[in-house]
Nanobody, 115 residues
Framework: QVQLVESGGGLVQSGGSLRLSCAASGNVFGGSTMGWYRQAPGKQRELVATITSRGITTYEDSVKGRFTISRDNAKNMVYLQMNSLKPEDTAIYYC?????????WGQGTQVTVSS
């Protein structure tokens, strides 16, 4: 079992920045991929960014150049730095952990961007 707890969400004006954090605990092993997903009202959950334990990253096209994912393997933490936020970034953001066939999700943190 891996438990994930997100923090750092909130209300920000368009063009502002937020930094999300996710703390992983439990049976956290190397070779995992951690990431951030988001779900806006009435929409499906979508991938935002992922990062492997070796630091290889992927991003959804709409956040490239604005968001940066990073992780601290020693602390079992993953972060999402979000800059130049837009109203369409408003969603619940979920942290994820996956390794082999196992996956876990956090409870989510709300990000609201006002215009």
């Amino acid at each position: 079992q891996v438990q994930l707890v997100e923090s750092g969400g909130g209300l920000v004006q368009s063009g502002g920045s937020l930094r999300l954090s996710c703390a992983a605990s439990g049976n956290v092993f190397g070779g995992s991929t951690m990431g951030w997903y988001r779900q806006a009202p009435g929409k499906q959950r979508e991938l935002v960014a992922t990062i492997t334990s070796r630091g290889i990253t992927t991003y959804e096209d709409s956040v490239k150049g604005r968001f940066t994912i990073s992780r601290d393997n020693a602390k079992n933490m993953v972060y999402l730095q979000m800059n130049s936020l837009k109203p369409e970034d408003t969603a619940i953001y979920y942290c994820s952990y996956s390794r082999l066939s196992f996956a876990s999700w956090g409870q989510g943190t709300q990000v609201t961007v006002s215009s």
